[in-house]
């Protein structure tokens, strides 16, 4: 994947329809996959997967981290097949045989990606829910101890920040990483990310996908900003292979 477009994901995160077939249109030529999260599938269902489809012709990436029994978790999977996505995202917190399940019954390519802990979770939250010690002060381990089952059962991918990519790929390098939380450097705007990279940055840590949407959505020129995180990723790509 040398055409930095395909490194590119481009959240759809809109409840309206329209809104976000305006924005898959407009950034059609610089995306190769538009996700699709729960704002939009609540509000709009399948037929938003539909349209962006028909509109693109991209990958899409249905972002409903599952977590739920196995039973459900297989059926939920088994439908989204149907529907012709690419990536679909379970937590590995469901448990080792939800996520067999999901490997089981993702079918038509549809590549199954393991969400490890949510960034948004810190150590009072962790510790709330019943983590306690050495996981609890390296969060770290805990995402790779995550990472670790995710593979073993056959998933495809990780959903990861860029801090922890390198440890990742470098420990599973068969596994498709997707690193959301990028920001571009002249952007001091961090909004909700807590740990932020470049695109620059989490390319050469490992990533594979980037997942950015604000700063593309927000950008005065959200164009000129997708050309700007081509150049980036061209850039690393180039170091990495030095
Ligand atoms: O670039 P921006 O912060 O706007 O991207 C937000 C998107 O990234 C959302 O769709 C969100 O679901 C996704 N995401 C995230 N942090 C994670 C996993 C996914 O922000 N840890």
């Known amino acids: 994947m040398r055409d930095p477009k395909e490194r590119l994901i481009f959240p759809l995160d809109f409840s309206d329809l329209k809104e976000a ?11 190769g996959t538009f996700k699709i999260g729960l704002e939009l599938f609540v509000k709009s269902g ?3 997967i539909e ?5 693109t012709g991209a990958r899409i990436f249905l972002d409903l981290k599952l977590h739920d029994i196995p039973n459900t978790v297989s059926a939920a999977v088994k439908v989204a097949s149907s529907y012709g996505v690419d990536f679909l995202t379970v937590h590995v917190l ?7 399940e999901a490997v089981k019954a993702a079918e038509g390519g549809l590549k199954i990606l393991a969400v490890t802990l949510l960034t948004s979770l810190d150590k009072a939250d962790l510790l709330e829910l019943g983590f306690n010690g050495e996981y609890l002060y390296k969060t770290e381990d805990l995402v790779y101890k995550l990472s670790f089952l995710a593979q073993s059962v056959g998933c495809d991918g990780i959903v990861s920040s860029a801090k922890e990519v390198a440890r990742i790929k470098e420990a ?3 596994l498709i990483t997707v690193v959301p939380g990028i920001r571009l450097e002249d952007s001091p705007q961090r909004d909700d990310q807590v740990r932020t990279a470049t695109p620059y ?3 050469l840590n490992g990533a594979d996908f980037l997942v950015v949407g ?24 180039e170091a990495k292979n030095v």
Not at 51 to 55: C, F, G, I, N
Not at 94 to 100: H, I, M, T, V
């Open 201 to 203: 940055e989490a390319i």
């Open 214 to 237: 604000r700063p593309i959505r927000l950008s005065q020129d959200p164009v000129a900003t997708c050309l700007q995180i081509h150049e980036e990723i061209k850039k690393a790509i």
């Open 21 to 31: 077939l305006f924005w898959a249109e407009k950034l059609t030529p610089y995306i």
């Open 46 to 48: 399948p037929k938003a």
């Open 172 to 174: 599973f390098p068969h």
């Open 94 to 100: 469901s448990g080792r045989k939800a996520l067999e």
């Open 51 to 55: 349209k962006v489809k028909k509109k």
